[in-house]
């Protein structure tokens, strides 16, 4: 079986769009300095793209004060990569 390198976005500020996300699972769009995340499906949309539905958004270094602990939450792995991350 092939990979699909297309996700097609349901959902989220990127609903309806198309982008290439190579063989990730979780896929991440920086919009205003906040991280969208999209989880790929097993759905296909036509021929040529991978579902992958939007699972929220998140601050790059993490959680916010105030709600919970920013220490004690995960940051984006691709904030992470970036140099972006919080202490966790």
């Not at 979780?26 to 999209?38: F, N, P, T």
């Not at 759905?43 to 929220?56: E, L, R, S, W």
Request: proline fraction near 6%; charged fraction near 25%.
């Amino acid at each position: 079986m092939d990979t699909k390198t297309n996700a097609y976005l349901v959902g989220g500020p990127c609903d309806g769009s198309s982008r290439d996300a190579g063989d990730k699972a979780l896929l991440e769009v920086e919009i205003d300095g906040m991280m969208h995340r999209y989880i790929r499906t097993t759905k296909q949309h036509g021929t040529d793209a991978t579902v992958y539905n939007y699972d929220g958004m998140v601050a790059p270094d993490g959680g916010e004060p105030g709600v919970e602990d920013p220490a004690a939450r995960v940051a984006s792995p691709k904030a992470d990569s970036e140099g972006h991350g919080g202490t966790h």
